[in-house]
């Protein structure tokens, strides 16, 4: 079964750190790229992050670049967001999500969603 | 990047057919056919419903159809059921990014 799980949310203070992982399984994790995509509490879909299936292209909104960082272990089959600087507006449930085609890198759907892992921004 | 335009909310009677709009510029939805559209229910994941503008995975209803026009893309969901009722999120890729989502459309069944 193909399946994502999402790990390392949680509670911090503004201006600090956490990383989040994701952990794929019953696919080829290494030829596909991976998003990140958040959700605020009540809010839509906002697209965060991509990285291609073997880490050469990375690419960020423009509400984290700088501050957030992509990149994964194709050997453990995990994907991770590195975030610094938090701020209250990062406040959301972070989903992982698969690229669907091998070839449309940037372009394509995402076919494949975890159940998220919620991050909380506050003093 | 703005996201792109949707209704807020669509109602629909059971049987009946309902249509999602999804606007947005030459730079996203008018210029390239890689629109997808995703179901999410109350506290679970998205779905992917239609990727490729019209194309549907396997596993989704033939019930759910896409199309676009211009700078215009729409879902169509045709033989309303009771567990159509979700959130509606229509997404396309966009030249001076990646992926840009709308900001979604509550779908109510009567």
């Known amino acids: 079964e193909v399946q994502l799980l999402e790990s390392g949310g949680g509670l911090v203070q503004p201006g600090g750190s956490l990383t989040l992982s994701c952990a794929a399984s019953?696919?080829?994790?290494?030829?596909?790229?991976m998003s990140w995509v958040r959700q605020a509490p009540g809010k839509g879909l906002e697209w965060v992050s991509l990285?291609?299936?073997?880490?050469?292209?990375?690419y960020y909104a423009d509400s984290v670049e700088g501050r957030f960082t992509i990149s994964r272990d194709n050997s453990k089959n995990t994907l991770f967001l590195q975030m610094n600087n938090l701020r209250a507006e990062d406040t959301a449930l972070y989903y992982c999500?698969?690229?669907?085609?091998?070839?449309?890198?940037?372009?394509?759907?995402?076919?494949?969603w975890g159940q998220g892992t919620m991050v909380t921004v506050s003093s | 990047q703005s996201a792109l335009t949707q209704p807020a909310s669509v109602s629909g009677s059971p049987g009946q057919s309902i249509t999602i709009s999804c606007t947005g510029t030459?730079?996203?939805?008018?210029?390239?056919?890689?629109v997808s559209w995703y179901q999410q229910h109350p506290g679970k994941a998205p779905k992917l419903m239609i990727y490729?503008?019209?194309n549907r995975p396997s596993g989704v209803s033939n019930r759910f159809s896409g199309s676009k026009s211009g700078t215009t893309a729409s879902l169509t969901i045709s033989g309303l059921q009771a567990e159509d009722e979700a959130d509606y999120y229509c997404?396309?890729?966009?030249?001076?990014?990646?992926?840009?989502f709308g900001g979604g459309t509550k779908l109510t069944v009567l």
């Open positions: 999500a698969k690229v669907r085609s091998v070839t449309a890198v940037r372009k394509d759907a995402l076919d494949i």
């Open positions: 030459s730079s996203d939805i008018g210029g390239y056919n890689y």
């Open positions: 019953g696919f080829t994790f290494s030829s596909y790229a």
């Open positions: 997404s396309s890729y966009i030249s001076s990014s990646t992926l840009v």
């Open positions: 990285i291609s299936g073997n880490s050469d292209i990375t």
């Open positions: 490729g503008v019209n």
